[in-house]
């Protein structure tokens, strides 16, 4: 009896002490997730404190971490602003429509070709997936001399059809949803084909819906880069009409002196920043949903 009672009680201290460390465990991950938090939104915060500020109050020699006096009428200022060469109205829709477009015309290249790759037989089919995936391991900075002579020689500068047109391709979406259609038994197109269904109707019909959240999970990372595009839009569209929302802020809200006012800056970024930040908030299940589902099978 005696020997059992120093047992349980060895027990219970082993028990005592995992319990321990892992609450011990438990604090420090989530203190590093906090700070990591923290980290990641300060300059969100930032963003928003300065676009409330007045230019005086923005200039302190001691920065203030909250503003003052709000000012939410630099948002107004921002809408408004005729430092623009174009309205921000303007650029918005500039910018939306390049995403939309460029986005749609991107799915129907990407859901065929990974179709292809993942479904269809014929020669070359490995090595020419080899090569794909090899392009990536390029740095995209490198074909911008040859993707600007290219449009210069067909005379696209300074329309949408360059903003659109160089980037509908992309390899790392293509492997994403190849990785998602291999998941999908074959015997459901084999029994298709017997069927007499077309390659493109089992498609839209049994693939497409399968792969629901990954494509969802690659339209909404198309938007985003689109979005935030900077350079490609700054070396061949420099025209207003044409301009995009990140181009178009740069040398906003200067005066004729050259000073620019940094508080109506900061508002029009955080009206800029909102779309995707309301993305990233109501969508981001799908991301996660749609990378992970395409990793399982290679």
């Known amino acids: 009896m005696a020997n059992e009672t120093m047992m349980e009680k060895d027990m219970q201290k082993v028990t005592a002490k995992q319990r321990v460390i892992r609450i011990i465990s438990l604090v420090l991950v989530y203190a590093f997730l906090i700070l990591m938090a923290l980290i990641v939104l300060f300059p969100f915060y930032w963003m928003l404190n300065s676009s409330l500020k007045s230019l005086e109050e923005y200039r302190w020699s001691i920065p203030s971490l909250f503003p003052h006096k709000l000012r ?32 749609i015309l991107s799915l129907v290249v990407t859901v065929l ?20 995936l090899a392009t990536m391991m390029i740095p995209g900075e490198l074909f911008t ?100 929302i990140t181009n178009g802020l740069r040398n906003a809200f200067t005066d004729t002196a050259g000073d620019i006012d940094y508080p109506v800056q900061m508002a029009a970024v955080a009206l800029v ?15 996660m949903k749609g990378v992970s589902r395409s990793g399982i099978k290679g």
């Open 145 to 244: 001399i040859t993707n600007y002579t290219t449009v210069y020689r067909f005379g696209w500068t300074n329309t949408f059809i360059v903003l659109i047109v160089p980037f509908l391709v992309s390899v790392f979406y293509i492997y994403l949803l190849r990785q998602n259609f291999l998941q999908i038994p074959n015997e459901l197109y084999l029994a298709a084909k017997v069927d007499g269904t077309s390659d493109i109707k089992y498609l839209w019909k049994v693939m497409i819906p399968l792969s629901l959240p990954t494509l969802i999970s690659i339209t909404i990372l198309k938007m985003m880069g689109a979005w935030n595009s900077y350079i490609w839009p700054r070396l061949v569209a420099n025209d207003g009409a044409h301009s995009l």
């Open 72 to 103: 939410f009428v630099n948002y107004v200022t921002a809408f408004k602003a005729e430092s623009l060469s174009v309205s921000l109205g303007q650029l918005f829709v500039n910018t939306a429509y390049v995403g939309i477009v460029s986005t």
């Open 273 to 287: 920043s909102l779309p995707l930040f309301l993305v990233f908030i109501f969508l981001r299940k799908y991301i």
């Open 113 to 132: 070709s990974a179709f292809a790759f993942a479904r269809l037989e014929f020669k070359g089919k490995n090595i020419l997936f080899a090569g794909l």
